[in-house]
């Protein structure tokens, strides 16, 4: 039996995130080799995570980051089961670094993400491991990535809500920017402008502008008339550039922007929140 060190066990602890005591057992059960007291600890990882595959994972922290540049965003959603191990210093660092690693290598998509490496293995498989270490079902949900003249993140306190928002304009006021992106977390609009709103929202919103209209008793001849006011409504109330500007209601954000620079826009923004 080797004589494990305390020194060795930090180590361990340090390369894995696991408990100390968890580090000590599995370098006592390898004789100190750190690689296959690595693969013991993955494997804790994976019987946690198969044990605990049917939860949800419905808590976790939304995290939105840019480079220095503000010239790329990336918003990732790392998920844990409950509130207690969100609010964890660990989790939230490790779920800031996947967003860094995200951020530093935009991939395509989710799956393409997983496939980074981090501390020597993919984050997925990273994930699994994490899984052991905490005790709890660890998913990566989402991500998404902006790129842009200049791209604004916003986190709310709390880690549930962020944002990240694309301009078109690379001088822009930070706290113009911040605003907007402010704007995106308090108030979910559906997209930019009602150029971007999907067809599908758009008829359902004209079917139950005539259907509240014939339930008024209103005539036959103005329903349709009726309805695409109900729609125009809708596109103020949630269409970013129609909504009114959350610190003054007398203007929109559309013209709020161009109150700073009268070329300036959204190109595209993301919003995710948890539990909403």
């Known amino acids: 039996m080797a004589d ?24 006592s059960e390898t004789n100190g080799d750190f690689e296959k007291a690595i693969d013991i600890l993955r494997k804790k990882g994976q019987k946690i995570a198969n044990k605990r595959a049917e939860r949800e994972a419905t808590e976790g922290a939304v995290i939105a980051i840019t480079n220095e540049q503000h010239t790329k965003g990336v918003l990732v959603v790392l998920n844990c089961e409950t509130d207690f191990v ?25 799956d393409a993400l997983k496939e980074l490496p981090i501390n020597g293995v993919k984050i997925g498989d990273e994930i699994i491991t994490q899984s052991g270490v905490i005790g709890e079902k660890i998913e990566l949900s989402f991500y998404s990535k902006e790129e842009s003249p200049y791209v604004i993140p916003y986190i709310h306190p709390g880690n549930k809500l962020a944002t990240i928002v694309a301009l078109n304009q690379g001088d822009v006021d930070l706290q113009v920017a911040k605003d907007v992106a402010m704007q995106v977390a308090a108030m979910a609009p559906v997209s930019v402008d009602k150029t971007n709103v999907p067809q599908e929202v758009i008829d359902k919103e004209l079917e139950i502008g ?25 596109f103020k109330e949630n269409t970013l550039l129609y909504q009114m500007f959350i610190k003054d209601n007398k203007t929109s954000v559309g013209d709020y922007l161009k109150q700073s620079n009268k070329d300036l826009t959204v190109n595209s923004f993301v919003r995710f929140a948890l539990n909403n």
């Open 210 to 234: 005539r259907e509240i209209a014939l339930q008024e008793g209103k005539p036959e001849a103005i329903i349709d008339k009726i309805a695409q006011g109900k729609l125009n409504k809708f």
């Open 86 to 110: 969100a609010k964890n210093e660990d989790f939230i660092k490790f779920a800031y670094s996947i967003a860094e690693l995200a951020l530093k290598s935009m991939p395509a998509d989710l």
């Open 4 to 27: 494990i060190k305390a020194v060795d066990v930090a180590k361990l602890r340090k390369m894995t995130g696991a408990g100390m005591l968890d580090c000590k057992n599995a370098l």
